[in-house]
T-cell receptor, first 111, second 112 residues
Framework: DGGITQSPKYLFRKEGQNVTLSCEQNLNHDAMYWYRQDPGQGLRLIYYSQIVNDFQKGDIAEGYSVSREKKESFPLTVTSAQKNPTAFYLC??????????FGDGTRLSIL | KQEVTQIPAALSVPEGENLVLNCSFTDSAIYNLQWFRQDPGKGLTSLLLIQSSQREQTSGRLNASLDKSSGRSTLYIAASQPGDSATYLCAGATSGTYKYIFGTGTRLKVLA
């Protein structure tokens, strides 16, 4: 079955630590996205990529970094510069005429 | 900057009622519009996609429409059921981009 796999499901970060969230898709979609969701809030766009080796900042990119070396993969690194990283992180993918498909999310907390 | 408002923020109804959820955009140049469902602690499930050449889409008891002139979309749920209880989010992409902007959602509770 085609879909998006996010791992891990739960992640804990220590002070000063960088952590990387994985997102893999087998839908052959060109575009991939990372969103952040805080309790009771909608989704805010962190980064998105429309094609391999290219990505753009979303509305809240500070303290985050991404790479897109393969079409299937779009990992997100939460750096120590992100002072309030506790949130639910969602990865999505699409093509221009397809609905956005979402993974099951990664919940990041501070130790 | 595109902003998306969803009204109401929360809704509680008895089973069997027909519902209308609303979504409005500050920039009416919407290219694609999607409605999603989110269950607690889960990712988003796509319900309906209205593409640039379309005005509405239907799937089962759900119907979504888009009025581009006003930048408004509605999601109609017929004969609501307790299993429809979830948060419903709309998201729009403006012309020429893949960048979707999300509303804050409507939290729906259908009482048995």
């Amino acid at each position: 079955d085609g879909g998006i796999t996010q791992s891990p499901k739960y992640l804990f970060r220590k002070e000063g630590q960088n952590v990387t969230l994985s997102c893999e898709q087998n839908l052959n979609h060109d575009a991939m996205y990372w969103y952040r969701q805080d309790p009771g809030q909608g989704l805010r766009l962190i980064y998105y990529s429309q094609i391999v080796n290219d990505f753009q900042k979303g509305d809240i990119a500070e303290g985050y970094s991404v790479s897109r070396e393969k079409k299937e993969s779009f990992p997100l690194t939460v750096t120590s510069a992100q002072k309030n990283p506790t949130a639910f992180y969602l990865c999505a993918s699409t093509d221009s005429r397809q609905p956005q498909h979402f993974g099951d999310g990664t919940r990041l907390s501070i130790l | 900057k595109q902003e998306v408002t969803q009204i109401p923020a929360a809704l509680s109804v008895p089973e069997g009622e027909n519902l209308v959820l609303n979504c409005s955009f500050t920039d009416s140049a919407i290219y694609n519009l999607q409605w999603f469902r989110q269950d607690p602690g889960k990712g988003l499930t796509s319900l309906l996609l209205i593409q640039s050449s379309q005005r509405e889409q239907t799937s089962g008891r759900l119907n979504a429409s888009l009025d581009k002139s006003s930048g408004r979309s509605t999601l109609y749920i017929a004969a609501s059921q307790p299993g429809d209880s979830a948060t419903y989010l709309c998201a729009g992409a403006t012309s020429g981009t893949y960048k979707y902007i999300f509303g804050t959602g409507t939290r729906l509770k259908v009482l048995a």
